[in-house]
């Protein structure tokens, strides 16, 4: 099942570093609360040791769209990731983009 991710991307002193986006397939609609796992990377891509990120990321909404033929319907908002500097920022969108194919947009210019 397609579904659509988002989840933003804080930096520690409560600065926006950007977000993540894009659509995975799940094998069902992950529940509110639960958690999706975004640690095995789908595609090839070094591993990241970054403290606030292991890759389970939690389920906080979930938005229901009216079916349209092979249409993404279904979107997910993830807890924000919160890491320590704008380097570790950087290392967890890379990861999510180059091993999930999600898409990074960073907001800083440090």
């Not at 600065?15 to 090839?44: T, Y």
């Not at 040791?49 to 389920?59: D, E, I, P």
């Amino acid at each position: 099942m397609k579904i659509y991710l988002d989840a933003s991307v804080l930096i520690t002193d409560d600065r926006a570093a950007g977000r993540v986006s894009g659509v995975i397939e799940l094998a069902a609609v992950p529940p509110i609360g639960s958690h999706v796992m975004l640690a095995k990377p789908l595609h090839p891509v070094g591993s990241i040791n970054v403290r606030g990120f292991t890759g389970a990321l939690k389920v906080t909404d979930l938005r229901f769209e009216a079916v349209i033929a092979d249409a993404v319907s279904i979107s997910a908002s993830l807890e924000d990731i919160c890491v320590s500097s704008i380097e570790e920022a950087r290392q967890v969108m890379q990861f999510l983009e180059q091993g999930f194919d999600l898409s990074a947009d960073e907001y800083l210019d440090e």
